[in-house]
Each structure stands twice: as C-alpha cells, then as structure tokens.
C-alpha cells in the first residue's frame, strides 16, 4: 500500500463535521484502516490506500453480530483471536498492548450495545452530556464513528466498527459520521463538480440535491420537496421510472433507493459524467440514456417524471412536433408533471406557451392518461400528478 499526503487540499474541507448518513448507504470497509491511523485524519491522500471489502464481510461486523445475535462468548468471535495474534505479535489493539487488556473489550461491546439500545445512537458530546461513556484525549470528546472517502465516492467505513454493527443490529436508520480522509481523485471531482456549478447557478449553488454528504453544504434551486411530495402520491406496484432532462441524477437516485428501476435521460454530457460518477460514489445501478429525449427506444415506463423541462420543447414548432409525437409513444400509468410559468422571460417568442391547464389538456390528448390532480407547488411552479384508468 502507498499514499501520499496532499496537503494543498486539507483545508477545502471542515473536517470537524459530522454528517447524518443512512445506515444502508454504509456498504463498505477500508481494509487498510490501521495504515490510516488517527494522526493522519483530516487529511487528503492520494495512492492505493482506499482498499475496500463488504461490510457483511468484515471480521469486526460479523464478530459483533454473533456475539449479540448468538450469543457467542468474545473470546470465541475472529475479532478476539486476530486481535490476540497481532497483540502477542508487540502490536496495539484498540488501545490494548496485553492480553488481559484486550479480554475486556467484550465487556466494553456489550455496553455499548446496551447503551445505544437505551438511548438510541448519540454523538460522544451527546454522551457526554448524559454522563454516558464517551472517549476523551486532553478532556476533548472524539472518536466519533468514521469514514474515509475512496477515490470513486465511496464511504468505507474504518472507525467505531462495534457501533456500526450494533446500529445494524438494532435497525437504527441513521448515524452521524465523520469523515476522516478523502482521496485525491475524488476531491478533483469534486473541484471540477464546483466548477461547473459556479459557472451555471453561482458561488456554493446548485441546481438540486444530491445523494452524498460531500454535496451537503450547497444551497439547491429545488429542494428535497418535490421527491417527498412524489413518493407521497405514488401508486402501488410500480416497478420503473423514467426521468426525462435528469440533469446529475438526483430522482433516479432517490427512488432506486425506493425500489424502482429508474431511467435518467440526460443530453448535457458533463452532466452525464456527473450522474455517472455519483452513481458510482453511491453503488447504484439506474440506467443512464445519454442523449435526446426523442431518441428513446424504449417507451415502456410505469412512471414518468417530466419537472420543469416540457416547456423547452414549446420553444420551436420542430421540438413542439416531437414532444406531441414523444407523448404519443408513451406507454406508462402516471406522469408527474411541474409546469412552468407562461410569463417567464424565456418563453418570449416561443411557438407555443400553454397556461397550466391548456398544457395539462394537452398532455391528456396526446397520450395513453385521462386524469390529472394537483399535488403541489415549489418556486411557484405547479406539480401535477397525471395518471390513466
């Protein structure tokens, strides 16, 4: 293994942060996590350091679980008798240099457990506040549960390792990581990602969320609401999705997450990079159709998603034809629709520029659905949930 500290990008980050991360989102382990050791936290590093192995495989997971689940004594699980191996070898483990140091780490476990089942996952200040068991150096409350960051996105997880498979034990949904390095390709992305956003929507913006804590601190356009309002009205037995102008893939995402097979139709193709490496970063599988809408193959969707981007094809009696003919191919169940604003600068001149329901009876004319229903608004813009009988 090597790696090589690149210290010209340690401070683009507030390492201090913690961030709330879904439990399911946790899929890997840093294989290397003793080489990446508490005096080089905080730090960017480039090299082949980020090896990783499943969760579901990692000997700290497994150990934990049976000894909750099983019932198995510690001193039977892989964790003790690796652990003893490297201790009798002159090594540290987890602060233990003996044998009968380390023996006591099963106790420690099993309170833990106990605790989090009390009171829930908590924070070391928030256990501290509690007069709970919190780990301090110089009266300082640290070790807060931690992932490194691979050069593809990846969270591995390598800190608080007996937390985490308490929490999955328990069903806990989420936890407050830190994150304790970052490797260099993936801070480059994340300069190039900011780099283009500054160029389109200004200084910290961008257009909506995104599926990663690295993307926590921007202000979005559109916020989380209209995925929320969406899931609310969803129907039953829906299999796949089809996001028309996806834009970084933040529907798509999201409702993967849901159970649905999601398409993203997206023509920028920086923003394709984009969804791809995000994809990549959260180990997802939605397709992604890099390309014009109108050249689609595949007609076949139960749901549809067309937010703020139908009105572009009003703009030309070309692009208007196309989306009449798009429409018309559709096979799908429901469409949910955000409608622009007719008086909005950009529709000046257009070929065609529909007030909310001339649009909405447009759509139902020219398509397989017969019923529409408002189910929200953002920014002014009317969200509409269009469906077939």
Known sequence: MNKNHCEELDNLFNWNKLYPVSIKDIKWALTTAFDIRKGEWNKVWSGDWDKKLPIAEDFVQTSVT?????????????????????????????????????????????????????????????????????????????????????????????????????LRVLDIKTVKIKVNARHKDWVEFLQYVKNISKDIWGEARIYQPVNHIDFNDYECEWSNYRFNIIKENLDKNNKTLLDIGALWGYFASSFEKEGLECTAVENNNSFVYIMDK????????????????????????????????????LKSEQSFNNLTKFLNNLNMKTMYFQVHRPEEKQMIGAYRNFQSEEFLKYIINNSCLTHYKE???????????????
């Open 66 to 166: 049976k000894m909750i689940n099983e019932n198995l004594p510690f001193e039977e699980t892989e964790l003790y008798k690796y652990s003893i191996k490297k201790i009798l070898a002159g090594e540290y483990r987890w602060g233990c240099k003996t044998v009968e140091e380390f023996k006591t780490r099963g106790e420690h476990i099993l309170k833990i457990f106990n605790n989090i089942k009390k009171y829930g996952f908590k924070t070391q200040k928030e256990l501290d506040s509690i007069k709970e068991y919190s780990f301090k150096v110089n009266n300082i409350c640290i070790d807060e549960p931690g992932v490194a960051i691979d050069k593809d996105g990846r969270y591995l997880y390598h800190n608080g390792n007996h937390r985490l498979a308490i």
């Open 375 to 389: 189910i929200g608004e953002e920014l002014g813009r009317k969200i509409y949930k269009l469906w077939k009988e």
């Open 278 to 313: 995000l994809k990549i970063a959260n180990d997802q599988n939605f397709k992604i159709f890099n390309g014009n809408i109108f050249s689609l193959d595949n007609f076949n969707h139960d749901i549809v998603l067309a937010l703020n981007i139908f009105h572009h094809f």
